[in-house]
Every structure is written in structure tokens, then in C-alpha cells.
């Protein structure tokens, strides 16, 4: 039995305090009015290096447009520290619904080499709770507008009544709507972690195998259900917020993003755990198995990542093709960058056999996919919301320190309430014997 | 590589109590047997089917391209439909062999054989539809870079026609290698038991002098996982470039970012379809029940169900985002195609892809050899007509109404796909007369951990041991 301690609680708490202080500070900085974004603006131009600066100064030329200029930057300002904590907020939740979808895949594949691990993912998809309530608020906040952000602009009346292609979206994209959908999402994943989590510790017990067949039933219908809304909930979540723009590749981008970091993370988390001496039945195997997913589904992502930004890119159609051309302008560096911490450094760390059973190495190309995928989610979300006035600060950071340190306190807890190994599960013998 | 120790609750993946040799007697009898008459007779079958395919590809090369239904809205029809219909039967048997590998599925090794088979066949069906529709076939290599003097020739690189060329020729060399290095062992077998001197001689050039000794079996283990790792970014990489194809395209219902991996997954639909077809009958015809059992067809049904959900999402993401797209080009071409002149054939790829395999759910159906069967045959017509509806529907309505038209095949168009269906069946029969048709080698290898004999005799050690206790 894990006992949480109170070394990593403490941590965990300090991530959470530090991530509080930075989203705080975001809110702050925050422009209060028209004026000092235009106060704000006419400095810089003074200022006068930099190709962005420069343009400032040409938008002062005309007063007019000095002033469009500068609602706009007020707008963007506005979002950034709400963007700081949506980005976070999702990432982190949904980096919880995969290690969910692993659990649920290896348990109706009735794979042989992972039951060792199921505690470990278990304990971690409790995470789901608290993060989807906190992600469900945010998007209360985010269509009905409170608190001044407008990170979905098809929630603004005004916006859809000018602009006829949103208006064309109504139909969808409505508040209530929505809202409904959210529910059902987020309400029906939630449903099967704790229908799932009752079986185990059920099956843990009782040693009935009629545990094991409904979980296994329960696990094969959440994901038909899964491949459902996973979609969906990527084109309202995210891809809604480039509101004009469209993509049908979207959501298995999405989902091949957090799934990959979702593995990471129990990588990281059984590592850990076997480096306390609670984990004695994982063996180098189990975690070479983990390393090849990670590998594996890098080139996975990678590949859609390809698909979708080759094809727009190609057919150069002015509807799509702007999305791409936007964040190669403003953001160029963390776009092409992220393909290197995404793709090119764990393909290069992890082909070897034998460094998918080291641990630093794991852990350093893990960094880097963590790294790379929250960079991934900023540059889905980002553009559309703050735009051309963005930058990675304390509020970013301290955003997804919080819900680090929230996920940390969470899933660690709920580990610690239950036996690391499901002795019961019929598999469990096969894969405590597993050896590659 | 695989594990020692195996859960009870596993089901045996070989029935009976089979020994080493019965096994090696029974992957032998059909190829040392006569063969009968039902066999002739198929046989004939197929073969005059594809003289009916060489005398119509005869008669489009000597005539033109003209003896096609092709027009001058339609100018892609039944060919490519045909021709991505085969290369999508061809992602099975790669799959099954490679990447089943890499997830360590020991029910694959009596089924990668014939899987891996009917790749190759079909690719090389598939194949030759580009190649007719050049017009002069004797200048297929054209379209390999290769330098030259005819002046200005040379292949254009931003083209993903080209690429398709590299990405199949690539498939169709790997696969044959794996294919070959998987019958090396199960070759040098079928020589070992020769009794004619001729079979003997073949069988050991087949073989190429397989000796057997441990070294033979560690360098065999080492080329099948590098190979496995080479065959799996291919089994993605080649229904992805056929995607491209259209995808790369500005025709509406063409280009769409998700064609790719849904192109994938409905090749390896259709693929894991069309090995259910040939198993199911092959496990009857060559009395291989004890190796290819229903819990092999039940495993094969499950994969249909779940990529054919897959292909099922794709479909519905498309007509939504068509809608959500707001682009009026989008939306007429996905409303043409469910509700215009050629609704029927939406309409038969909806119902046979997305909503047949949905039966397999019911353990009852997907363990049932006759309900399998059929939902196999289903799902083939079914993924002919998708590829029939995304190409010719996209195309008959296009930019401009004038222009718009209907699409008739001709007699050669139908003769030359029945010719391919034909020819692939010639080759697959003959080879399931001279190959081993089950990788016995690998199949001795699980005999012990999964034959049901086995299976039983240590679960009653275990038991009695408990009881000791």
C-alpha cells in the first residue's frame, strides 16, 4: 500500500501556490481600459525597434486606425491571462481522460503486459473529477462572457450578427447547445472512471471474475462512446475558437496529442513509484513497453500533424490555408519548434531498444513531449484568442504549474487509497511474468 | 520474444491434441495432395474470368482509353476505384504480420501466411490499373526518375501520383521480403519431406538452404522484427499516400485533412474483411480447423467492427464539417452525394460499412462461421462503392453545372475488374496448393503455451498441486 508523503504533497502544494501567484499576476497586468493599451502602444512605438514595433508606429500615422489598432490589442490583452488558464486547465483534464482511454483500451485488448499498471492509471484518471468541474466553470465563463474574456467569438452577439459564415454556425455554435454538449462529454466520461474504479476495488475483494466481465463490456462501450465525443469535443473546445476555420482531421489530431502525453505521464508516475520500492513487480519490460507507446505514438501524432498541415498547405485554399499562415507568422518559432520536441528528439531518444529501459532517458524524452504538447494545445488555442500580442510568461507557466500540482495532489491521493496491484485481475499473473 | 507463462483465461489458439508433426503433416497435406475436383473446378472458374480481363486490357491498349465509360467530367472512375479497392486489400496481411507482431498477437501466426499471400496478390492487381491507364503500358517506366535523353522528361516530385508510385513499389518489395523470410523455414520443411527428386530441387531453391541451426533461428527472429519495424510506418504510409492522391486536390469531397488516417483504417477494414473470406473457406477446404479456429474469426470480426466504426466516424465528421465548413462547394458535394443521382450507391456504402459490422457486437454473430462469412462479402461490395462514391460522385457534379453528367461504365471497365478478381483468385489458388498456407514454424513455436492439450494438461497440474497443498 502507497502511502502519499509528505514530501510530495508539499510539492505538490508549492506548484499549486506558485501557480496561483502566476495566474494572479496575469490578471493583473491586464490592461484596464482602452487608454493604457494605447498608452502602452505609442511607448513602444517610441521605443521603436523591432519589426513590431515598427508597424505601431506606422498604425499611429492615422488616427483612426491607430484607434482599431488598439481595441484590438486591448481585446487580445484582455483574453491572454484567461487563454493562460484555459490552456492549462484543458491540457491537464484531458491529459487525465487519456490516461483513462489507455486503461480502457488495454482493458477490453485484454492486454497481457499492462495489469500491473492499472492502480497507477486508476489513480490518476481521478483527476478527471475536479478538472472537468474546473474546465466546466471556465466554459460557463467563456460563453456567457463574465469577466471580460472573449475567447469564443461566435458566443458574442454582435460579432455573429455581423459576420455571415458564423452566422452560418448558429445552428451548433450556441451557448446552450454548448453547454449540453459539455455535460454529456464530460459527464459521461466521468461516469466510467467511477463505474470502473468500483469493479476494480470490487474484483480486489471478491476475486469474482464477474467484476472483469463487466469491466471489460463497460470499457469496449466507453470507447465507442469515446471516438464519438472525443471529436466533438475538440471541434467545441478548440477548434471553435478559430471560429471561421475548419479541419476534419481535428479531433484524432487532438486526441493523438493527449494521448501521447497521457502515456508519458504514467511512465513518469510508475518510474516514480518504482524508484520508492512500492513497485517491485514492474519490471525494465513493462517500462520499455510504456517507451515504445511513447515512441510509437509520437510518429503517430506526427503523421497527423503532417496530414493536416500538408493538405492545407498544398491546396492553399484561402479559407483554410490562413490558419497555417497566421501561426507561421506570429509564432513561428514555438510552431516549428514544438516539431522538434514532439517528433525529432523522442525519435532519436527512443529508437534504441536498450534506451527504452533507462530511466533518464525516458524521463528526458518525456520532458520534452510534456514540454512539446503543452506548446501543442497553446498553439490550437492562442492565435485565435490573444493573437499577434502573445508571449509565454508567469501566467502560462504558473497555470500549468497549478494544475500540475492540482493533478499531482489528486491522483497521488486516490493511489494511495487502494493496493498498487490488482491482485484479482485474471491477467495479473501474465503480466507480473511478463518479459520481452 | 514471447512470454513463458500464459492466463488460464485465455482461449486456445490450437485445437486438439496436437503434436509437433501433426502439425508439420497437417500444413504438408495440401501441397503433397491431389487435388480435387471442387478445386479444379474453381480453379477454371477464375481462370477464365482473367482471360476475360486480358482480352478487355488487350482491347483498351490496342483501342484506347475510349472503350471506358470515362468522359470529359468523369475522368477518373472505375479504374482508380478499383485500383484503391485492391491496394486497400492489400493492408491486411502487412498489418497482420507486422504490426501484430509488435503487439505481440499470437493469434495472428495462422493467419499471417495467407494474410501476407493475399497483399501480395492484390497489389499486384492493383498495380495494374495505373499501368493500363497509361495507354502504353511499355512506357511505364516513365515514371521512374530515371535520367534520360528525351528532352525535357522527367517526373514531377510535387506530384503525389509519383509519390504513390515509390509508396506502393516500396509496400509491394517489403511485403514480398517478409512474406519470403517468414516461408524460408516452413520451405526447407516441405523439401525435408520431399519424395520426388524435382519437388525436392524446388523446394530447396525456394528455401534457400535453410540448414536450421540456431544461428539460422536468431539472424530469422532479428530480419522479422527489423522488418516489422520497417513494415509498419509502410502499412500507414501507403493508403495515406493513395489519400493524398485526391486529398491534395481542391475538389470538394476530395480534399478533406481526415482522409488519410481514415483511409487507413478502411483499407485494413476491407483487408481484414477480404482475410475472412479466404480463411473461412480455406480452414474448410484445407481441413485447417484445429489451427484457424473461431476464436481466430471471432478476433478478425472484432477488428472489422472496430475499423469500420472508425471509417464510420470519419464518414459522419465529413458531412458535418461540410455543413460547419459554411463553404457552399462543401455542402452541395456532400448533399450530392447522399441525396443526388447516385444516393443509392451512398446509401450502400453507409449501410454496408458503418451499420453491418455493428452486428459483430453480439458474441453470438461474431462467432458464428456463416453470419462472418457473409458480413465479409457485405463489407467488400461496401468498400468498393466508397471508393466509387468518393471519386465518381465528387467528380459527375463538378465547378461548373454545364459540364455536369453521369458516369456509364462499358463492358470493358467491368471485364477488366472481373479479370483482376479473376487472376487474383488463380494466384491464390495455386497458392494454396504449393505453399505452406499456416506458418507452421511459428505456429510450433505457441503450442505449448496456447494449444488447448497443453493448455488443459497444466491447468490439472495446477489444480492438483493447490489440492497438495
Not at chain 1, 498608452?39 to 506606422?58: P, R, Y
Not at chain 1, 478559430?242 to 502525453?261: K, Q
Not at chain 2, 471471432?298 to 464510420?312: A, D, F, K, R
Request: charged share 15%; proline share 3%.
Amino acid at each position: 500500500m502507497y502511502t502519499f508523503s509528505k514530501k510530495l504533497k508539499t510539492f505538490a502544494f508549492v506548484l499549486m501556490l506558485i501557480g496561483v501567484a502566476g495566474i494572479i499576476y496575469g490578471f493583473i497586468k491586464a490592461p484596464k481600459d482602452l487608454a493604457e493599451v494605447k498608452a502602452n502602444l505609442i511607448e513602444q512605438a517610441h521605443d521603436g525597434h523591432g519589426e513590431h514595433h515598427v508597424s505601431a508606429a506606422d498604425h499611429a500615422v492615422s488616427d483612426a486606425h491607430f484607434d482599431h489598432h488598439a481595441e484590438h490589442v486591448y481585446g487580445q490583452l484582455k483574453n491572454k491571462p484567461w487563454t493562460a488558464l484555459y490552456v492549462g486547465c484543458i491540457f491537464v483534464m484531458l491529459v487525465s481522460v487519456g490516461i483513462l482511454v489507455f486503461h480502457g483500451i488495454n482493458y477490453a485488448a485484454s492486454a497481457g503486459w499492462s495489469p500491473v499498471l492499472f492502480r497507477v492509471m486508476e489513480g490518476l484518471s481521478a483527476y478527471i473529477l475536479p478538472g472537468s468541474i474546473i474546465f466546466f466553470i471556465l466554459l460557463l465563463l467563456s460563453v456567457y462572457g463574465i469577466g471580460g474574456n472573449h475567447l469564443f467569438i461566435w458566443a458574442d452577439k454582435d460579432v455573429v450578427e455581423a459576420d455571415a459564415i458564423i452566422k452560418g454556425k448558429e445552428g451548433y455554435l450556441n451557448a446552450p447547445f454548448f453547454i449540453i454538449r459539455a455535460i454529456i462529454f464530460l459527464g459521461g466520461w466521468n461516469l466510467y472512471r467511477i463505474y470502473m474504479r468500483k469493479q476494480s476495488l470490487a474484483l480486489d475483494a471478491s476475486g469474482d471474475l464477474v467484476y472483469h466481465k463487466k469491466m471489460f463490456k463497460a470499457s469496449a462501450g466507453f470507447l465507442a462512446f469515446f471516438i464519438v465525443t472525443e471529436s466533438m469535443a475538440s471541434w467545441d473546445w478548440i477548434m471553435s475558437i478559430d471560429t471561421h476555420w475548419y479541419s476534419t482531421l481535428f479531433g484524432w489530431y487532438v486526441f493523438a496529442s493527449f494521448f501521447v502525453t497521457a502515456i508519458t505521464t504514467i511512465a513518469f508516475v510508475t518510474l516514480y513509484l518504482k524508484s520508492k520500492g512500492y513497485m517491485d513487480f514492474v519490471n525494465t519490460s513493462h517500462i520499455h513497453d510504456l517507451a515504445k507507446f511513447m515512441f510509437g505514438l509520437s510518429i503517430f501524432w506526427t503523421y497527423l500533424w503532417f496530414s493536416q498541415f500538408m493538405l492545407q498547405w498544398y491546396s492553399n485554399i484561402p479559407e483554410e490555408v490562413t490558419y497555417f499562415i497566421f501561426r507561421i507568422q506570429e509564432f513561428n518559432l514555438p510552431f516549428f519548434g514544438m516539431l522538434v520536441l514532439n517528433f525529432v528528439l523522442p525519435l532519436l531518444l527512443l529508437i534504441n531498444t536498450d534506451f527504452k529501459r533507462l530511466t533518464w532517458i525516458v524521463v528526458m524524452a518525456g520532458v520534452c513531449i510534456i514540454i512539446g504538447h503543452y506548446i501543442d494545445f497553446y498553439l490550437m488555442i492562442a492565435p485565435g484568442t490573444v493573437g499577434g500580442s502573445w508571449f509565454i510568461g508567469a501566467a502560462e507557466i504558473g497555470s500549468l504549474l497549478f494544475f500540475i500540482g492540482l493533478f499531482i495532489l489528486v491522483g497521488f491521493s486516490e493511489i494511495a487509497k487502494a493496493p498498487l496491484l490488482a491482485k484479482n485481475n485474471p491477467l495479473i499473473e501474465e503480466s507480473k511474468h511478463f518479459h520481452y | 520474444m514471447s512470454s513463458h507463462y500464459e492466463a488460464p483465461i485465455r482461449k486456445p489458439l490450437v485445437i486438439g491434441e496436437k503434436t509437433y508433426h501433426d502439425i508439420t503433416v497437417d500444413v504438408a497435406r495440401p501441397v503433397e495432395g491431389r487435388a480435387n475436383k471442387l478445386w479444379w473446378r474453381v480453379f477454371t472458374i477464375a481462370l477464365l474470368a482473367f482471360l476475360w480481363g486480358v482480352g478487355s486490357m488487350a482491347y483498351t491498349i490496342g483501342t484506347g482509353i475510349g472503350t471506358w465509360g470515362l468522359n470529359k467530367t468523369v475522368g477518373w472512375a472505375w479504374d482508380i476505384t478499383n485500383f484503391v479497392w485492391w491496394v486497400g486489400i492489400g493492408h491486411a496481411g502487412t498489418l497482420i504480420s507486422a504490426v501484430l507482431l509488435l503487439f505481440r498477437q499470437k493469434w495472428r501466426m495462422a493467419i499471417n501466411r495467407s494474410a501476407e499471400a493475399m497483399t501480395i496478390f492484390s497489389v499486384v492487381q492493383a498495380g495494374l490499373f495505373p499501368i493500363i491507364h497509361m495507354g502504353r503500358p511499355w512506357l511505364g517506366y516513365w515514371v521512374l526518375p530515371l535520367p534520360n535523353q528525351f528532352g525535357s522528361l522527367w517526373v514531377n516530385f510535387n506530384s503525389p501520383l509519383l509519390w504513390d508510385v515509390f509508396a506502393i513499389s516500396t509496400y509491394l518489395s517489403v511485403s514480398l521480403v517478409f512474406w519470403w523470410t517468414g516461408l524460408l523455414p516452413d520451405f526447407a520443411m516441405l523439401r525435408d519431406r520431399a519424395i520426388t527428386p524435382f519437388t525436392k530441387r524446388v523446394y530447396s531453391i525456394l528455401s534457400f538452404g535453410w540448414s536450421g541451426r540456431a544461428k539460422d533461428w536468431q539472424r530469422f527472429e532479428e530480419v522479422s522484427l527489423v522488418l516489422a519495424g520497417l513494415a509498419t510506418p509502410l502499412v500507414l504510409s501507403v493508403h495515406t499516400i493513395v489519400s493524398f492522391d485526391f486529398a491534395t486536390s481542391v475538389i470538394p469531397g476530395w480534399h478533406t485533412t481526415i482522409l488519410p488516417p481514415y483511409f487507413v483504417a478502411g483499407a485494413i477494414f476491407s483487408g481484414f474483411a477480404m482475410v475472412t473470406t479466404l480463411l473461412i473457406i480455406m480452414r474448410k477446404v484445407s481441413n485447417l480447423e484445429a489451427y484457424i479456429t473461431i476464436q481466430h474469426i471471432e478476433l478478425m470480426n472484432i477488428i472489422v467492427m472496430i475499423t469500420g466504426s472508425i471509417v464510420g466516424v470519419a464518414y459522419i465528421t465529413e458531412l458535418w464539417v461540410a455543413w460547419y465548413s459554411g463553404v457552399e462547394y462543401e455542402q452541395y458535394a456532400f448533399l450530392n452525394r447522399a441525396t443526388g443521382p447516385y444516393w443509392w450507391s451512398y446509401f450502400l456504402m453507409m449501410t454496408c460499412n458503418v451499420v453491418s459490422p455493428q452486428v459483430m457486437w453480439f458474441k453470438k454473430i461474431r462467432t458464428n462461421i456463416m453470419a462472418s462469412f457473409i458480413i465479409s462479402l457485405v463489407v467488400n461490395v461496401g468498400m468498393w462503392f466508397e471508393r466509387f462514391v468518393i471519386i465518381v460522385t465528387s467528380l459527375h457534379r463538378d465547378y461548373l453545372p454545364s459540364s455536369w453528367t453521369m458516369f456509364q461504365p462499358t463492358f470493358v471497365d467491368a471485364g477488366i475488374y472481373i479479370g483482376t478478381i479473376g487472376f487474383f483468385f488463380v494466384l491464390f489458388l495455386l497458392y494454396s496448393r504449393s505453399f505452406p498456407v499456416i506458418a507452421q514454424a511459428e505456429v510450433k513455436t505457441i503450442l505449448k503455451s496456447s494449444g488447448e492439450y497443453y493448455k488443459k494438461e497444466r491447468d490439472s497440474k495446477e489444480n492438483h498441486q493447490s489440492l497438495n497443498h
